[in-house]
């Protein structure tokens, strides 16, 4: 599948458009023999009440998409069901997953910038670009990406893992955090490790990136090797860390997250 993202859309709404409708941060979808497929411009007819605040995402193997809004009080009719992004991975493809993830992020990027930050006024999209500009003042708003870290610790064949409070599934994973204002992605690796386990680390490598649609963050993940230090867990943020080698590791992370990949990194390498 090939996607091109394009914020303009077409100048008559395509027949067999496919509809990403959020409805409080779940997405409306068909339920046929049990497969779950994203509903087409014809299908929104059965709905008693028609999408609201559209934005246009680009096209899927030429196929139109739309990022829209359900209101909240809205029931769908028999054959739909309405399910939270992280419980259709695995039920839909991998690429209208993430699509949804985009639409995701889109919709509540568009839901929550209606009205100028600045004076309070009505914003409109811009027609150059996927933004909101208030006439008013000027304000231009681009859809909200926050950049975080995730970074695999290596001390020779042993690989830094914690439990994270704010998760519930008690999976071991490798450490995160939001990056900070005037900060490099590199010190953030180094502040968020040293904040969360009191080490130091090295040898800080680029590992890959992945667009984390809850609500909108992007994960750029790196490895660094130990540098010094004795791993002291920050209560406030981590039930439990310690050093696994790849033959006893704990339970980790399902393979939907970049959290997954880079463990499994460790696991073929060491
Ligand atoms: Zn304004």
Same mark, same amino acid.
Request: hydrophobic share 25%; proline share 0%; net charge positive.
């Given at each position: 599948m090939v996607f091109l993202p394009d914020h303009k859309p077409p100048s008559s709404e395509p027949r067999q458009a496919l509809w990403f409708v959020y409805q409080e941060q779940k997405l409306i979808i068909k339920v046929k023999d049990k497969t779950f497929s994203i509903p087409r411009s014809p299908d929104?007819?059965?709905?008693?009440h028609a999408p609201i605040r559209n934005q246009y995402l680009g096209a899927l193997d030429g196929q139109a998409c739309y990022a829209a809004e359900l209101p909240p009080d809205v029931r769908v009719p028999e054959g739909w069901t309405v399910r939270g992004l992280r419980e259709l991975f695995g039920l839909l493809e991998d690429e209208i997953f993430w699509l949804a993830g985009r639409a995701n992020q889109l919709v509540d990027w568009n839901k929550s910038h209606?009205?100028?930050? /600045?004076?309070?006024n009505h914003t409109e999209n811009k027609n150059d670009e996927r933004a909101k500009i208030c006439h008013q003042c000027g304000l231009i708003n681009y859809p909200r990406v926050s950049p975080a870290i995730i970074v695999a610790v290596h001390k020779k064949n042993h690989i830094l893992l914690a439990q994270n409070k /704010?998760?519930?599934?008690g999976n071991y994973s490798v450490l995160a955090g939001f990056v900070e204002p005037g900060e490099t992605l590199e010190d953030c690796v180094k502040r968020e490790v040293f904040e969360e386990t009191s080490i130091k680390v090295k040898n800080i490598r680029y590992f890959g990136s992945q667009p984390w649609p809850f609500p909108n963050s992007l994960m750029v993940a790196f490895t660094a090797e130990y540098a010094g230090g004795e791993v002291n867990a920050n209560e406030a943020e981590i039930g439990d860390v310690g050093w696994f080698s790849a033959d006893n590791l704990p339970s980790i992370p399902p393979p939907i997250s970049i959290a997954r990949w880079l463990i499994d990194w460790f696991k073929n390498n060491y």
């Open positions: 929104l007819q059965q709905l008693s209606q009205f100028c930050g /600045r004076c309070g /704010r998760l519930r599934t």
